[in-house]
């Protein structure tokens, strides 16, 4: 096979590595989740799920089925329009308040779960995202925690 020698060099780019969370997740400040959950109202919580989980199908062998993310978001846009548009229909937006919390916060775990796995997979240890914080803070806890992660695989390649 013939090479061209005017041809421009071609090598691989990316650096192989073990760690799947640096190299796919975005490092983006819990304060800003607080601050957009609460300036959308609770919605940025739901996006943030979404996005994150995306991810995680991406890189984790055991994907997070799409049904719960489309359930979530609709129990979502239920609730709104139960509370807010419709306010009379109390017993009904208690019904799909229920259901808007449980699909949320089983997305939720589902998410920190995938994020735990990885994490340990690639520190070759048990890594731990606390049950109770993620219940507490949600979205804001994992983001501080997956923000945590990058910076300690940061300063340990930088040593």
Same mark, same amino acid.
């Given at each position: #096979?013939? +090479?061209?020698?005017?041809?421009? !060099? /071609?090598?691989?780019?990316?650096?192989?590595?073990?760690?799947?969370?640096? *190299?796919?997740?975005?490092?983006? +400040? $819990?304060?800003?989740?607080?601050?957009?959950?609460?300036? /959308? =109202? *609770? %919605?940025?919580?739901?996006?943030?799920?979404?996005?994150? @989980?995306?991810?995680?199908?991406?890189?984790?062998?055991?994907?997070?089925?799409?049904?719960?993310?489309?359930?979530?978001?609709?129990?979502? @846009?239920?609730?709104?329009? @139960? *509370?807010?548009? %419709? !306010?009379? #229909?109390?017993?009904?937006? /208690?019904?799909?308040?229920?259901?808007?919390?449980? /699909?949320?916060? $089983?997305?939720?775990?589902?998410?920190?779960?995938?994020?735990?796995?990885? #994490?340990?997979?690639?520190?070759? +240890? $048990?890594?731990?995202?606390? !049950?109770? #914080?993620?219940? =507490?803070?949600?979205?804001?806890?994992?983001?501080?925690?997956?923000?945590?992660? %990058?910076?300690?695989?940061?300063? +340990? $390649?930088?040593?």
């Amino acid at each position: #096979m013939e +090479s061209n020698p005017y041809s421009a !060099p /071609t090598s691989e780019l990316t650096a192989a590595t073990d760690d799947l969370i640096s *190299g796919d997740f975005q490092r983006f +400040s $819990a304060w800003w989740v607080f601050i957009l959950s609460i300036v /959308t =109202l *609770g %919605i940025y919580p739901v996006y943030w799920i979404c996005t994150r @989980a995306r991810v995680v199908n991406r890189i984790h062998d055991n994907p997070i089925a799409p049904a719960w993310f489309y359930l979530m978001a609709i129990f979502c @846009a239920l609730t709104f329009l @139960a *509370g807010v548009i %419709i !306010p009379e #229909m109390g017993a009904f937006y /208690t019904i799909v308040y229920i259901g808007y919390i449980v /699909t949320y916060l $089983a997305s939720l775990f589902k998410v920190r779960n995938r994020l735990q796995d990885l #994490m340990s997979k690639s520190t070759g +240890s $048990a890594y731990r995202l606390g !049950p109770v #914080m993620t219940f =507490l803070f949600n979205s804001i806890y994992l983001q501080y925690k997956i923000n945590e992660y %990058i910076d300690q695989r940061q300063q +340990s $390649a930088d040593k």
